[in-house]
């Protein structure tokens, strides 16, 4: 069935450092992923996306690699600040089927001054 | 608006009561959707609009749970009967094109609903 997972729960890096979060998802016919920011109290903040057609994509200190021969997708997050703390999601999409997002269960990233 | 607002931002009901959750998406957003997030989990689609037309509402989980958009802007997400399960959070995203096209959905602050 559709699902979009993730490796870890919670993530702890140090400031200054990169952080990679890691995502699987199951459904091969999916061809649109985004990754999702949401802060305690705050609903889902876009991040970054990328298209099936591609496997890398760069915004500002982040870059999202897909690889989908197996089916993983991740977020590498640039020196990473104090103001990354949050629950990252990856969510998956088939713009052509439904247009639901399928979420993963998330990852949260704590940063250590 | 900016972005897209929800009221209430929380609300207790007592077990039984029924509950309305607004969303107001986006000015000139086609596509409305309500998710619904559980603690420590990730949203869960619930139902799809385009415009005014409700074109998916496979992830209502009963027939107590009820959303409409009559006239394509404003969206209300209705719980009848509540029940203790149905504590969560209730995400309202809106997207400014249709079906079929890659975009952005955009989230609200979503309504903490606790049933007591």
């Known amino acids: 069935g559709e699902s979009v997972g993730l490796h870890l729960p919670t993530l702890s890096v140090q400031e200054g450092d990169n952080s990679i979060i890691n995502c699987a998802y199951s459904n091969s016919a999916s061809d649109y992923f985004i990754w999702y920011k949401q802060e305690s109290g705050k609903g889902p903040q876009f991040i970054i996306d990328i298209r099936s057609n591609m496997d890398k994509r760069q915004g500002q200190r982040v870059t999202v690699l897909l690889n989908k021969t197996v089916k993983h997708l991740s977020l590498q997050i640039a020196a990473t600040q104090p103001g990354d703390s949050a629950v990252y999601f990856c969510?998956?999409?088939?713009?052509?089927?439904?247009?639901?997002?399928?979420f993963g269960q998330g990852t949260r990233l704590t940063i250590n001054p | 608006g900016a972005g897209v607002s929800q009221s209430p931002r929380y609300k207790v009901a007592k077990r039984g009561q029924d509950v309305a959750l607004r969303c107001d998406p986006i000015?000139?957003?086609?596509?409305l959707f309500w998710y619904q997030q559980a603690l420590g989990q990730g949203p869960e689609f619930l139902t799809y609009?385009?415009?005014?037309?409700?074109?998916?509402k496979s992830g209502l989980p009963s027939d107590r749970f009820f959303a409409e958009r009559p006239e394509g802007s404003v969206s209300t997400l209705k719980i009848q009967r509540t029940q203790q399960e149905d504590s969560a959070v209730y995400l309202c995203?809106?997207?400014?094109?249709?079906?079929?096209?890659?975009?952005?959905?955009?989230f609200g602050p979503g309504t903490r609903l606790t049933v007591l």
């Open positions: 000015s000139g957003h086609v596509s």
């Open positions: 969510a998956e999409n088939n713009p052509q089927g439904a247009q639901k997002l399928v």
């Open positions: 995203a809106s997207s400014f094109r249709a079906s079929g096209i890659y975009n952005e959905q955009f």
């Open positions: 609009f385009q415009n005014e037309a409700q074109l998916d």
